[in-house]
């Protein structure tokens, strides 16, 4: 079975820069103030992994984790 | 008392690793070389000029300066040949520290969404359509003057509540404070004095018909007790709106238009991969950012290696730090796709920029319009390109030729 992603926001170090909503609006949503959060557990769905990559190396706060599982 | 003409000299740099002076007219027409030359030196220089200020060359010192809020205070955030007293509620949040600094940012967020950008940008797109009407026909243009100028000015003003024609006065005002005050205290006070007057009379007027703007915002706003705002706060807060939101974004808009006028191949890329455009946004903000901030040193400490004391100033150059070769490969050169891009153009930390997502969208809007309506430009090469001096650095004069070539 392939492998399974899962992205994580790190609420304290995450500042709204709001750049993973931009690329990866499947994964992350932004709350009243901007900042973001993953979306329900953070599963990356099948097809989808690229985009989880993609947010975290665009973070300028180095606060989104993405694990393999 | 209304002399704005141009600031006196400094003595010219000879030493840049040891004198530096980011008012130097070589650092204003073309500073990259220079952070090229400081980079390659120290990841931390120093000059005796501004009474005492360090310039971190690399992205990881600025990022460890902007972490490092107990050691390096934003109450003073532009640096300047005189250190004026410091101000309470200058303009918060961006002079505030912590703790007061979290509730002061937290109350203007929320109008600053990209949610909230989306209901602003049919606007947006008018207005970069109004003023193309206005020159289109013409040939050529000074886009900085009579484009890139305007469209932040009326953003903002249309979010505020306050007319788009007293755009003039804005300028003025954030001329004064960001260029004129470094050598020249007294701008400064008179500047923040006009804006106050200036915005006196439209908080009385939102006090009794408020209305869906900024300013009603921030008079409904409550603090953590729940009680109203001082009134120095929400002025505080008007000023840097008004401050924040206008050149920086005329300088990122005019940059980028500067780049693609003399940059024939990324012009047709985006015109033929318009889904590239917020990743090449993006990149024109790394390559080009404009914003250039301020730390004073509060405590003695290292940074990347080099000893760092109290009493000096910090220029916060976001802008050297997003050519750091180390952060970004080929950083001199605009790759309009690139895939990693942490640039650091609205700063990194707890002071990120509140109008980030406002200038993205104003950003991509101006270039799409005008690429659109404008397809093909090029500098004109009889008129000279001019850059803006100190904190906030874009083309000030943006002279171009309309159509395709002859």
Redo the contacts between chains.
Sequence with gaps: MAERLRVHVDPEKC?????C??LAPELFE?D???NAHEVGDGTVPAGLEDKAW?AK??????AIEVTEE | MSDVSQPAAHPPVTDWLHDFDHTDPRWTEDPFPIWDQMRAASPVVHTERFLGCYLPTTYEAVRQIANDTESFSSRRIIVRDERPEVAKNAAPPITSDPPDHKPAKQLLLPPFTPDAMKKLEPRVRAICNELIDEFIADGKVDAAARYTKHIPVRAIAHMLGIPESDGDLFIKWIHMILELSIKNEMMLKQAAEEMTNYFAGHVEARKKAPGDDLISYLLNARDKNGQPLDDSHIYGSLRLLLIAGIDTTWSAIGSSLWHLAKTPADRERLIAEPELMPIAVEELLRAYSPVTMAREVMKETTIAGCPVKPGNMVLLSFPAANRDPKMFPDADRVVLDRRENRHAAFGLGIHRCVGSNLARMEMQVAIEEWLKRIPDFRLNPAGTVTWSQGTVRGPRQLPFLLGKAM
């Excluded at chain 1, 190396?57 to 180095?62: A, M, Q």
């Design positions: 500042q709204g820069h709001a750049r909503k931009a932004l009243e103030y901007g993609l190396s665009n973070c300028p706060e180095i």
